[in-house]
């Protein structure tokens, strides 16, 4: 597999605008097993990516509760007896509600987190015969879907919650919380695929104007390039391996009243390294790539007359799935659909007019975006930034 960097991204290199892709390239595909060197700063408890300790989820009560459960329930519009096909099963709590709530539907749970799939497979023995837990990513649910007699245009209604789950964050030893420290992973698919990188090896083994290009691209984030030196001159003193050594790193390039001077939408104080959090676990994961993967994979699914809701929790992704359903061909558009500028700046009226195009595929139900209630967010503040889009397959 292979690591593409957006667009935008390769601006930042005028000279030479193919290294940061020559650089993943080699990250990905040179001996792994060299820079796993890095496997022995991690101290006692095993290799730089693998946990701290097993993960484990209690079946007491749910992880985490769903983001815009009540929307969702509305737009997805489930009929007694329909199939589902929930994309990001994650903790299991739209499926439950959907289970509890419609009589005789049946649900396939999908998920690359072997830990939401014991979810699944727990939630499968209390409702017998109505949940098919599938372990694996959006680009494998062809292949998925066919192993379960699962045939194109027979599901009623898609739920696809992009993103990182509340339990992958609430658990240390997974990486991906800046606030709770253990190794510094981000796979979403855990132990799954010994060869894949995990955040360590990105922080520790690419070079400034990679990483610059990366927390540019995928964070969003303003200063890139003094983030990106602070975090090569740290590592020359010892590999940055644990997840709040990373955070300390990224504060430290910043004077001490600016660490937590960024707001989230509920105007609390947001820590500086958040963004760069956020730009490390898209790249390892492969996010953006996998969630055009996974809107391609509903358009076959769905039926003429089935629902879409897709939930996002940031703008790369919620560009992606507005240009998806608004027609335009992704695949060809490398250079053009992670960036924002197109429509307002109007430089390219031949791209504009693919993305805006006659849409074959897809009716926008609910062509606004929806964003959660004031409550909603004070009572699940993770959920703040979700936004929901439906939209109606022709």
Not at 146 to 154: L, M, N, Q
Not at 188 to 214: E, H, K, Y
Not at 323 to 332: I, Q, V
Request: hydrophobic share 40%; glycine share 8%.
């Amino acid at each position: 597999m292979f690591f593409h960097l957006p667009a935008r991204s390769s601006r930042l290199f005028q000279k030479n605008k193919n290294l940061a892709a020559r650089t993943l390239w080699q990250l990905w595909n040179s001996n792994f097993h060299s820079r796993r060197v890095l496997c022995v700063f991690s101290g006692p408890g095993g290799g730089l990516c693998k946990p701290d300790e097993a993960s484990s989820v209690s079946s007491d009560k749910p992880p985490h509760v769903p983001v815009m459960l009540k929307e969702v329930l509305h737009y997805l519009d489930i009929k007694p007896g329909q199939a589902v096909l929930d994309m990001t099963f994650g903790g299991g709590g739209h499926a439950k509600a959907i289970l509890d709530t419609v009589s005789d539907v049946s649900i396939l749970a999908l998920d690359r987190d072997p830990s939401a799939i014991v979810l699944a497979r727990q939630l499968a023995q209390e409702h017998p015969g109505r949940v098919k837990p599938l372990l694996g990513r959006f680009s494998d649910l062809e292949v998925l879907l066919s192993g379960v007699d699962v045939k194109a245009g027979t599901i009623d209604a898609v739920l696809l919650d992009a993103g990182c789950s509340s339990m992958q964050m609430d658990q240390a030893q997974r990486g991906f919380s800046l606030s709770k420290d253990g190794p510094l992973d981000m796979r979403m698919d855990g132990d799954r695929f010994s060869d894949m990188p995990c955040a360590a090896d990105v922080v520790n083994t690419l070079d400034r104007q990679a990483l610059a290009s990366i927390l540019t691209a995928y964070g969003e984030e303003r200063h890139a390039g003094k983030i990106a030196s602070a975090i090569v001159e740290a590592r020359r003193v010892r590999p940055i391996t644990r997840t709040q050594q990373l955070a300390s790193v990224v504060a430290g390039a910043f004077p001490a009243a600016a660490l937590y001077a960024r707001k989230d939408r509920l105007q609390r104080p947001s820590h500086v390294a958040t963004k760069t959090f956020q730009a490390l676990r898209i790249l390892v994961n492969d996010e953006l790539n996998q969630l055009h993967a996974g809107l391609r994979a509903a358009q076959t699914v769905l039926k003429s007359g089935g629902r879409l809701c897709v939930i996002t929790f940031h703008s790369l992704e919620d560009r992606l799935v507005k240009r998806f359903l608004r027609g335009a061909d992704l695949s060809h558009l490398e250079q053009h659909h992670f960036d924002p500028r197109i429509k307002a700046k109007g430089k390219d009226k031949s791209m504009e007019r693919k993305i805006s195009g006659d849409n074959t595929y897809w009716n926008r139900f609910q062509k606004k975006v929806i964003t959660p209630e004031k409550g909603d967010m004070k009572d699940n503040p993770r959920g703040r930034s979700a936004k929901l889009r439906v939209a109606i397959r022709c």
